[in-house]
């Protein structure tokens, strides 16, 4: 899917906005505050019904109204026009597609988009969370069953947990345990294809950007690896009654990143953090474009920020060579970005060509 055009009213300091899109790469220039990560914010409203910015809702109304609007319409791959909307009225979000009310799944799976925004820097530095979420998304698009096997495992898990908490007996406690063993093992199954697919793209991209390093990308299930998951619940079952929660399942697994058999986590530059995950990510994308022939759009936010002028061009040369959308933002015009790119102008909250 690629969006031709994207609309938007009393969205944050844009009062209205009527925008032709590039259908490769697009660039937002501007200053401070003009309104860039705004933009962005838009495209990621469109096609994931939520902010990368905190997520509430009301903030992203401007001063009109407690209303606002993002509309796109797009392209499929066959050339087949769409269009989708997403509009918060104060109180609750109302999503269409094609006219039709959708929930926020079907959106998501609609135009997969991910972004990689300073923020992101959590993905590496901080706890396994970030990480997870980062390859879950891959994982759902990917992997059809994700969805419906991940919320077995959350049903099961929260029943197990509410039971630990109310201190409830061994066996009652145990009575859910097969549930979350058999979702859970499918769980990190999947995970693991996922990371599997996509390891040896990960690597040729690292390498391309930094020249350096061998990488690697294990995933610890989130519980001890040599047993089944049902006997690691079993053995963990007296703990979880004194903690009151399931210390052992793929809500704790762990994406364990390292370079040359070290962990990467505060060893590692921010220009170089930026690149692992623009490599993460690009792979993701090739791979989710592989698999359901539809590219996702990128976005890159502040894409000079941390960059020396020759990383800058490497990571520029990946989108010109990238099958999807995408969507960057710089305080002014890029060299390695100018034969590549269709630059916009932001000011104030405006945009012109
Ligand atoms: N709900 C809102 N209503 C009106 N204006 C808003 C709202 N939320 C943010 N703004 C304004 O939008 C501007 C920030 O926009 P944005 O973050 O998109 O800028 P930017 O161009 O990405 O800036 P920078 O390059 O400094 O990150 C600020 O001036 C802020 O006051």
Request: charged share 25%.
């Amino acid at each position: 899917m690629r969006i031709v055009q994207l609309k938007a009213e009393n969205f944050r300091r844009f009062e209205r906005l009527s925008l032709p899109l590039s259908s490769r790469l697009n660039l937002f220039v501007g200053e401070n505050a003009a309104g860039k990560t705004s933009l962005l914010e838009m495209l990621y409203c469109l096609n994931r019904a939520r902010s990368f910015r905190g997520n509430v809702m009301s903030e992203l109304a401007g001063p009109a109204s407690r209303q606002w609007t993002v509309f796109g319409a797009s392209e499929d791959h066959d050339g087949l026009p769409h269009t989708s909307g997403v509009q918060w009225n104060g109180d609750a979000l109302d999503i269409r597609v094609d006219r039709s009310a959708v929930r926020s799944m079907e959106l998501l799976r609609l135009c997969p988009t991910q972004i990689l925004e300073p923020g992101m820097h959590r993905v590496v530095l901080e706890g396994p969370t970030y990480r997870r979420s980062f390859i879950d998304w891959g994982v759902f698009h990917v992997e059809h069953s994700f969805l419906p096997t991940w919320r077995r495992y959350r049903r099961a898990l929260k029943q197990r947990n509410q039971l630990l908490r109310t201190r409830r007996s061994s066996n009652e406690v145990a009575a859910w345990e097969p549930e979350l063993a058999e979702s859970g093992e499918a769980l990190h199954a999947l995970r693991v294809r996922h990371l599997a697919s996509i390891a040896t793209a990960v690597n040729e991209r690292i390498r391309s950007f930094l020249d350096e390093g061998e990488w690697t990308f294990d995933l610890n299930p989130g519980w001890k690896a040599d047993v089944a998951l049902r006997e690691a619940l079993a053995q963990h079952r007296a703990r979880d009654q004194e903690l009151g929660t399931t210390s052992a399942g793929p809500h704790r697994a762990e994406l364990k990143i390292r370079a040359d058999a070290r962990s990467v986590r505060n060893r590692i530059s921010r220009g170089q953090q930026k690149l692992l995950l623009a490599a993460m990510l690009l792979a993701q994308c090739d791979e989710i474009a592989r698999s359901s022939g539809r590219a996702p759009i990128v976005l890159i936010d502040d894409f000079t920020a941390e960059l020396a002028p020759r990383f800058q061009a490497r990571l520029a040369d990946a989108l010109a060579g990238y099958a999807g959308q995408s969507f960057v933002t710089a305080f002014e015009p890029v060299p390695s970005l100018d034969a590549v790119a269709t630059m916009f102008h932001v000011e104030h909250g405006k945009v012109r060509r």
